[in-house]
């Protein structure tokens, strides 16, 4: 046994000497006992760290904070559980239990599963359009000039004007011409402002465009839109900075193409479960107070989480150690019944159910932050409260750092089917139909039970009178009852039958009549998912064109809820990020965003026709002449792109100024130069004679008194601003 241990401890492993067939005893090598050793003092010092004051009270804080929420949060999961039951057609608990406790059938009419379905179809159509994005950015309506800019303006002016006094005296200007030229020279940079503007926001929507595709942004959305179908409202997050693994291709050395993996960070998006967040008690929207999420990561995801800024390696290198073989899991009363309706039956019997995480958004007092560990440069008042986000495993701090965001604002967005005032939680459709549901439900149970009664006779029997050897629990055609005499006398036959009445046909007609109503409650009409016993208006094309464009009005509320409190919102955070961290791009900060599902993708096809009726319209010579070639093409591009056309068919505003420019050209070349004057020629002479370049800008700038557009300036003062 000796030499058995011997060679155990040679090949490293941990040998035991047994009694009776039992160890009790532990024999390890030097290298385990230094392991064992070393893992001692790494636990030591973990839990040192987690008993220092600062994060034994950040704990506390936070423990106390999430008990509150997850207290405050019973009916709303009770809630999110009847929805997701409603959805997957089964009946409340103590529903089941009261019908089968009466007998009879416990069938479950799904009209809410066929209602929620056409109003995520519905939404997505709108959102989601192939080749259109639910979201644009345009520069602002007045770009703001900058100081410098307005000064030295300002001081080109006040030379053009003192050279023109000494040249021509104190009456060769008046306050009227330098006020003109002031605003000239304004509106020209706002112009120049405002075409700068225009293309970043052209870039910037593309960028975004880009991330949001490679960020998921799209397929969160969409899963988002199916959770605000189901549930009081839907989640959605983002945008995260990840690092994740993806697949590039470069060129070897003989010239073949070869795939590689490497790190690449991109912002991301995901869809938060409705189960999975929780509000501080009295939140009135997903910005008040604080916010709990409850996500599980695996030992991976956590070890990844060492060496990033905020989160302390001592304490993701114990949880790791505690928790690495049996995971965490934060149980809650609800994750039976909502892994069973999720269609995880199994989810309870994982051996290793990951790591449950609290992460944490809120505020947390200066101090404490900067005994975390946190510079103090970041925190410049110690007794202000700053916005945070933290993480807790199992009630162990393993990570705070300051929220990124500039306004503290949490990269978490949330809407509902019908929306309620100061509240996150709204009401979806399947709470709206929810009576009607049920009313169907008890209809559909007595058509059924009826039919089954009614499908035979009741029997009554003496049993007194009826042969012991008779089978009185068998009823089938052409068979012959045996009986005795009646010794009462009475007169009645021994065995009776009477038929049950069958009501199914006005049951029906109940149960058609609030089948229809779950139409009026969830304002998702039967039509819009392709019923064809529509009636009515219904039955001709114009009129089904106008009952869907009433219909639409539901959709454009529920529309309207997304734009503002997700894509906007989201929207503006990605903007702000580039503006913040990208190097790459061109940075202009006078943009709008606009979300413009709700004002413009629903009424696309209407608005394209209306664009084709104008562009008839205005086919005649004094329309073109007003609006001019390039207005045309304004239109014509417009019409091309709603039609999925490109606009590389119609000429750019450069191409058609070159072009105009060589028709010029032409045309001076065969008159020989010899062109009519044009209106400010005179302007443009008197020029010569007045003093100089600067002094004849002074005498022609424009003026309203001749009709001059003070925002673009290209009256009489152009050609006089084209000589200077």
Request: glycine share 8%; charged share 25%; with cysteine.
């Amino acid at each position: 046994m000796e030499r058995n241990a011997a060679i155990n401890t040679a090949q490293g492993q941990a040998p035991t000497l047994s009694a009776g067939g039992r160890g009790i005893l532990r024999v390890v090598s030097p290298a385990g006992l230094a392991q064992i050793e070393n893992e001692a003092e790494l636990r030591k010092k973990a839990q040192e760290e987690q008993s220092k004051p600062v994060i034994l009270s950040l704990a506390q804080d936070l423990k106390v904070k999430f008990q509150a929420a997850a207290n405050s949060r019973h009916e709303i999961e009770e809630r999110l559980l009847q929805c997701r039951r409603q959805r997957s057609g089964k009946y409340d608990p103590e529903v089941l239990q009261k019908i089968r406790k009466t007998g009879g059938a416990d069938v479950f009419m799904n009209l809410t599963s066929v209602k929620c379905r056409a109003a995520g179809a519905w939404i997505k159509d709108v959102l989601l359009q192939p080749g259109e994005r639910p979201f644009a950015i345009v520069p602002t309506p007045v770009p703001e000039i900058p100081k410098d800019e307005e000064t030295r303006i300002v001081e080109e002016v006040f030379n053009e004007t003192k050279e023109m006094m000494m040249a021509g005296g104190i009456e060769s200007i008046t306050t009227q011409q330098v006020g003109d030229r002031l605003q000239e020279l304004l509106a020209r940079v706002a112009q120049e402002k405002q075409e700068s503007a225009k293309m970043a926001a052209t870039r910037f929507e593309t960028k975004i465009d880009d991330e949001f595709q490679q960020g998921g942004f799209y397929e969160a959305l969409g899963l988002m839109i199916d959770d605000l179908a189901t549930y009081p409202a839907g989640f959605i997050c983002g945008p995260e900075v990840r690092k994740v693994k993806t697949q590039v291709w470069g060129q070897v050395d003989d010239g073949r193409w070869m795939p590689r993996i490497a790190d690449k960070l991109l912002r991301q998006y995901r869809r938060i479960n409705p189960f999975d967040i929780y509000p501080s008690p009295g939140a009135r929207n997903i910005q008040d107070g604080y916010l709990f999420e409850r996500a599980t990561f695996s030992r991976s995801a956590l070890a990844r989480m060492i060496g990033v800024p905020g989160f302390s390696e001592i304490a993701i290198r114990q949880i790791l150690r505690d928790y690495g073989e049996k995971g965490h899991k934060l149980a809650l009363t609800t994750d039976s019944e909502r892994a069973d309706l999720e269609n995880r039956p199994n989810e309870q019997t994982d051996p290793w159910p990951g790591l449950d995480t609290l992460i944490f958004w809120g505020e947390i007092q200066g101090r404490k932050l900067i005994e975390w560990g946190m510079k103090k440069e970041l925190i410049p008042d110690p007794d202000m409260d700053y916005q945070i986000t933290a993480w807790m495993i199992d009630y162990t701090v393993i990570g705070a750092r300051l929220n990124s965001n500039p306004l503290g604002l949490r990269p978490y967005h949330s809407a509902s089917y019908e929306p309620m005032s100061d509240s996150i939680y709204g009401r979806s459709p399947v709470e709206l139909m929810r009576d009607v549901q049920r009313i169907c439900n008890a209809l559909a149970r007595a058509v059924v039970n009826n039919a089954g009664m009614a499908s035979g006779p009741q029997v009554e029997i003496n049993k007194d009178r009826t042969d012991p050897d008779e089978d009185l629990e068998s009823i089938w055609a052409w068979r012959i009852w045996k009986t005795k005499d009646d010794a009462s006398g009475h007169g009645k036959p021994a065995i009776q039958f009477y038929q049950p009445q069958a009501i199914m046909d006005q049951l029906l007609k109940v149960y058609e009549y609030f089948f229809n109503q779950a139409s009026e409650h969830t304002g998702i009409p039967q039509y819009i998912y392709g019923d064809a016993n529509v009636g009515g208006a219904g039955k001709t094309a114009s009129g089904l064109s106008m009952l869907m464009n009433a219909a639409s009005k539901t959709l454009k509320a529920v529309v309207f809820g997304i734009d503002n409190g997700v894509i906007r919102p989201i929207v503006r955070d990605h903007w702000t990020h580039l503006m913040l961290y990208d190097e790459t791009e061109y940075k202009s900060g006078d943009i709008n965003i606009i979300a413009r599902a709700s004002e413009y993708l629903i009424i696309q096809e209407q608005l394209q026709i209306r664009r084709q009726e104008f562009l008839n319209m205005t086919n005649n010579q004094v329309d073109i002449a007003i609006m001019g070639t390039k207005g045309r093409a304004t239109i014509l591009r417009e019409v091309a792109k709603g039609l999925k056309l490109g606009q590389d068919i119609i000429p750019t505003k450069d191409e058609i100024d070159a072009a105009e420019q060589a028709e010029k050209d032409k045309i001076e070349a065969t008159t020989g130069g010899q062109m009519e004057e044009a209106p400010g020629a005179a302007g443009a002479a008197a020029m010569t004679q007045s003093g100089g370049p600067r002094r004849a800008a002074i005498q022609t700038m424009p003026s309203k008194s001749r009709g001059i557009n003070p925002a673009g300036g290209r009256a009489g003062g152009e050609q006089a601003r084209m000589a200077a």
